[in-house]
């Protein structure tokens, strides 16, 4: 009887983490949605047209969508967009900046939902330059939704492996605009 009941148990709590975690797990690459950009360049005082969505840097989850853009200013400038469908927040805003190649999904940290990595080059003003960087975003289950996260890039950038990642800095959406 106590093999039957523990069976029944892990299977029930198998089955509610499944349920629980499946949002962040069933990332796509997916188009802009008209909405969303109109929504990103009202948030910053654009025209539609002055706002670039990254290529291939909108992704879809069952909560939300994560979207890339860069702006169109005398300083290349860019941003990463949080929409929960209701909610719109930036977690990620530099300039000088640019985005590198095709954003990432990243499963080594073994957790339920994919890391979401995008290469950027951002000036550094230490340096006085423009230096390779990695904005991380990881999804937050008690929040369920995608936060940024400078450890973690920090983490993929240079990190040991073998050590967890840090993710107290995380940062997930605040209240932003409605959507």
């Known amino acids: 009887m106590k093999n039957y009941l523990l069976a029944v148990f892990i299977f029930g ?29 009202k948030e910053n005082e654009m025209k539609d047209d002055d706002v670039h969505f990254y290529a291939m840097g909108t992704l879809s989850w069952g909560g939300g969508l994560i979207s890339a853009v860069t702006f169109e200013d005398s300083v290349k400038n860019c941003s990463i967009y949080v929409s929960s469908g209701k909610v719109l927040s930036v977690l990620f805003s530099g300039a000088p900046c640019e985005f590198v190649g095709k954003p990432r999904l990243e499963s080594s940290r073994k957790v339920t ?24 975003l990881f999804y937050d289950l008690e929040k369920q939704t995608y936060c940024m996260s400078q450890s973690l890039g920090s983490w993929y950038q240079v990190g040991n492996k073998e050590v967890p990642a840090d993710l107290s800095d995380g940062r997930c959406f605040s209240e932003g605009t409605g959507y």
Do not use: H, K
């Open 113 to 136: 939902s994919p890391d979401v990595l995008y290469d950027i080059r951002l000036f550094s003003p230490t340096s006085g330059a423009m230096a390779d960087d990695v904005i991380a």
């Open 13 to 41: 709590t198998c089955v509610a983490s499944s349920l629980a975690n499946s949002a962040g797990q069933n990332l796509e690459f997916v188009q802009i949605p008209s909405d969303l950009r109109a929504e990103i360049a």
